[in-house]
Nanobody
């Protein structure tokens, strides 16, 4: 069982920045993959960014060059630095994890989500 708790969401103007944090209630050293997904109203949940235990990353095309995912094993935390935010980034952001890396599809463990709202 992997418990994940997100924080750092909020309201920001377009062009601004936010940093999301996902704290795990266990060591993340052995977790095969951790990532961030988001879901906007009326849309399907989508991958934003993910990082494997070996440090390989994958980003949605819409956030490449603006968002950066990182994992700090000593802190049992994964971060998502979001810069140059756009109104279309508005969504609930969910942390996700899996014990093993198979592919970039989401694993079985989810946080409760944190709201990000970008005003124009």
């Amino acid at each position: 069982q992997v418990q994940l708790v997100e924080s750092g969401g909020g309201l920001v103007q377009a062009g601004g920045s936010l940093r999301l944090s996902c704290a795990a209630h266990r060591s993340i050293f052995g977790l095969g993959i951790m990532g961030w997904h988001r879901q906007a109203p009326g849309k399907q949940r989508e991958l934003v960014a993910a990082i494997t235990s070996m440090g390989s990353t994958n980003y949605a095309d819409s956030v490449k060059g603006r968002f950066t995912i990182s994992r700090e094993n000593a802190e049992n935390t994964v971060y998502l630095q979001m810069n140059s935010l756009k109104p279309e980034d508005t969504a609930v952001y969910y942390c996700n994890a899996d014990l093993f890396f198979r592919d970039w599809t989401p694993g079985p463990y989810w946080g409760q989500g944190t709201q990000v709202t970008v005003s124009s």
